[in-house]
Structure formats: C-alpha cells, structure tokens
C-alpha cells in the first residue's frame, strides 16, 4: 500500500514533555513537509525538506525540530519549548520542493497536551 | 508576503442549488492556485490546479488576476461534495512554499 503513514493517531502529552511524531513515505518523492492545523487557520507551514540531511524553518518552526536521515523518514519533535502545542499535525510529500508539484498528505497525528 | 483569504468558514447549500466558495489572495509576482479538499475521514488531496484548467467532479475554478480570486464553482451541489475545502497559493517555479487559507466547510444539505 502506497502512500504516507503517520504515527500515532492520538498522542498525549504531559507539559514539559518532548515528543516525536512520525512520518513515513514510498513514494519516493523527494521533498517532505509538516503543517500544524488549527481551526480556521487553515494549514501552516512548519518544516520542510528537500533532500536527505537538508530541512528549513517554515513559518512556525519555533519550538519544533526535525531530522531527515533517510529519505522516507521525516519526524517530527514537538519540544517543551512549544508553548500550545495542542493541535493536529499533517504531514506531505511531493515529488519535488514546491507548491508546483502535487502534495500528498499523511492521516495526520492529533496532539494533545495535559 | 502572500496570503490567501477564504472568507467563509461555512457555506450550507441545498442539493442541486449552485454552489461557490471564495478565495481571494495577495502575492506580488505570478502566482498558481490550488484548491485541496478533505472529506469526512478522508486526507486532505489536491481538488484541481489553475493552470491545468481542468473540470473536477463538477468544480471549476478560474483565476482572475485582476480581482486576485480563485473562486471554486459548481453549478448543482452533490450531497458528496460535503467537506473542507482550502485555498492555496503558491509562486510558479520549483522551491516555492504553498500558503493555504483559513479554510470552508462546505455542507450540503438533501
């Protein structure tokens, strides 16, 4: 089955806590993204990647970071420096960086923080 | 900066009646729009593109530079076509992010 997997579905958090949302793909696309989604804020850029060992900051990179060390992996670390990070996270690929090229869009993980 | 507006959150139609949903931008240089849907359950996909110029499931959607609108139309509403519809933008050419807008939630009703 092809496609983009996140895991977990439902994630949990107490303050303070760091944790790492994952986000698998065999498309073999080469370009990665993270968006958080709120309520009426549509989908907002978090962190991209264009190649393996390469990511950037999107708009809302403070209190995330990330890792690209394989190119169908890119996890994502909500850190306790996150100050509302209660939200839903997607996660995309696309054969190329760019809004030009299609975007595949994982399930989604839904945080919550306690 | 670019900046795509979507200034309905909720647009409820009946079956059958036609159906519109607005999306306004801002952006300085060539822009290409997009429209991405999510239905129940579902993750989110790519509707339709501009420069494809195509006819999905029903919808079409034109760009009007001069208006800076996207609007995304279809002229008999399907109980089917319940979902979340976003807006977005992005500029032409490799390395250019997509700006997604707020968002509407499309209900149509039997």
């Known amino acids: 089955d092809g496609g983009i997997t996140q895991s977990p579905k439902y994630l949990f958090r107490k303050e303070g806590q760091n944790v790492t949302l994952s986000c698998e793909q065999n498309?073999?696309?080469?370009?990665m993204y993270w968006y958080r989604q709120d309520p009426g804020q549509g989908l907002r850029l978090i962190y991209y990647?264009?190649?393996?060992?390469?990511?950037q900051k999107g708009d809302i990179a403070e209190g995330y970071s990330v890792s690209r060390e394989k190119k169908e992996s890119f996890p994502l670390t909500v850190t306790s420096a996150q100050k509302n990070p209660t939200a839903f996270y997607l996660c995309?690929?696309?054969?190329?960086?760019?809004?030009?090229?299609?975007?595949?869009f994982g399930p989604g993980t839904r945080l919550t923080v306690l | 900066a670019q900046r795509v507006t979507q200034p309905e959150k909720l647009l409820s139609v009946f079956k059958g009646a036609p159906v519109e949903l607005k999306c306004n931008y801002s952006?300085?240089?060539?822009?290409?729009l997009f429209w991405y849907v999510q239905y129940s359950r579902q993750r989110l996909q790519l509707l339709l593109r501009?420069?494809s110029r195509e006819s999905i499931k029903g919808f079409t959607a034109d760009l009007n530079k001069g208006e800076t609108s996207f609007h995304l139309k279809k002229p008999f509403a399907q109980e089917e076509d319940s979902a979340m519809y976003y807006c977005?933008?992005?500029?032409?050419?490799?390395?250019?992010?997509?700006?997604f807008g707020g968002g509407t939630r499309l209900m149509v009703k039997p």
């Open positions: 995309a690929s696309s054969t190329y960086l760019g809004g030009g090229s299609e975007q595949f």
């Open positions: 498309l073999n696309h080469d370009a």
């Open positions: 990647s264009q190649i393996v060992n390469d990511f």
């Open positions: 952006y300085s240089g060539s822009p290409e």
């Open positions: 501009h420069i």
């Open positions: 977005a933008l992005s500029g032409s050419g490799a390395g250019n992010m997509l700006t």
